[in-house]
């Protein structure tokens, strides 16, 4: 904890005993809670795959590349079949057409 008092227009501060080990136990629970949240299940390969394969191409169909935009679509449109989600099957379709708008 610090205290402060004010002397005319200088201010002083006085540090009490202990809030440095206080700091480092502060610092060390936040890191502790974020390395918990660090930890996990790696995500599955058709999701990587089909979040990639969609990034592609969207960004081969904004660069004009039809065929390879087309070609990327679809097989992120297949790994995305792998999961048997019609939602995310849904989205992704969208974004192809949020692309091409």
Do not use: K
């Amino acid at each position: 904890m610090t205290t402060a008092t004010a002397i005319g227009p200088v201010r002083q501060c006085r540090t009490t005993r202990g809030s440095a080990a206080r700091r480092g136990g502060m610092a060390a629970l936040v890191v502790a809670q974020l390395g918990a949240c660090a930890g996990g299940p790696p995500p599955p390969d058709w999701q990587l795959n089909a979040h990639a394969g969609l990034e592609r191409s969207v960004a081969a169909y904004l660069e004009g590349d039809s065929r390879v935009a087309t070609l990327e679509f679809e097989r992120a449109r297949a790994e995305l079949a792998r999961s048997a989600r019609i939602d995310l099957l849904a989205r992704a379709e969208l974004t192809r057409c949020a692309a091409r708008v």
